[in-house]
């Protein structure tokens, strides 16, 4: 995973902050399929959260568990949203909840992320279930630490308990991590506390996630498009995919790739062979390449310019078993333990149980034997929706 490849916000201008947060960016529905947790699976999760003994914060600092609720839609402005408009939105037909945050594009550990400033009380809500669970979590987060993502630290090699800069290109503090925790907003790797947002000099309340449980995303985007202040965005956050019956994936005018397009896809792929992964790495410029950013340049040589990161690149077709994937497939992964279901691994399928994947930290670009253990399927892409994305 790693930043997206278009922006839709404006930019902000300001000491600590680089540019607004990158929504375009989305994840999966978390849909039937995840088997439970269990005693094991909890304690493992336990260690993607550094130890908080040492914090001063009180376990009443942050409240239970509330009722938790799927974010849909997230809006977000260059500045404070206005309280009119926030409380607009929260009294709207269909609006189960409203969670206002700060979020802009930020400099944390050397990588420019999608960076939130929450109220750890409320925002868990929003989170997947094994995020949203984790008291000490929160209650690290609320002490002042930082929440990083789970491929950010697995992938990215930032470490449980480190201290790293966060903040803006010119201006950053040093934060301990408190926890791997994926929020399940695609490109928002880091969460912090609002009263750590506002000493790092982000954007008040510039943001909020709506959730909208039985109104379809982009009909809700439009009814509430007109009453945006200048510069405002809204997005989806959790769009569905495409899980077509056996013979409705059409065959022709742009709906799937040219054989031309394919044998270019792969070819392109195979020119990276030996790179070094690289999180968040998309080009030579940055030394190496991450799963999403090797899709990103293979398909790109093809003229598909594809989104930026694994979660949003499953959406750019139709996803179908692995047992009718053809050469030129994408084939998904969810193996993030923090948010279930959420799809943070990508390659690309070669035919005969073969795909060219950038694996992991410490690991180069490759051809690998296809393993089944957490994955999802495989994505037929389809140049005319990855245009789609685009306008």
Known sequence: MGKPNRRVLPTIIGVSVVTTLAANVTVLVVRGGDAPADSARGEQRARYVAASGSMSVSPSAVAPLGKRLTPHVLVAAPSTLPAGLVEKVRGAKGVKGVEVVDAVQGMVAGKQVGLMGVEPSTFRNYTPKPTAKSDALWRNVASGDVAISFTMG???GVELGSRIPVGGKREQTRLRVGAYATMGIGDVDAVISRDAARALGMPTGNAMLVSVPK???KTFIKKIRKALPKGAKAVAVNPE?????AGEI????????TAKQVRTVIQAAYTRLGWPYVWGGESEAEGGYDCSGLMQYAFAKAGI????VAADQARTGWVIPYSKAEPGDMLIWANDPTAPGYISHIALYLGKGKMIAAPRRGTVVQVQNVYTRNMRGAVRVSPKRVSSLHR
Request: hydrophobic letters at 25%.
């Open 215 to 217: 109104t379809e995303p």
């Open 305 to 308: 310019h594809l989104p930026r």
């Open 241 to 245: 995919i495409d899980f077509p019956q």
């Open 154 to 156: 697995n992938d990215g």
């Open 250 to 257: 059409p065959d022709a005018n742009g709906q799937v790739m």
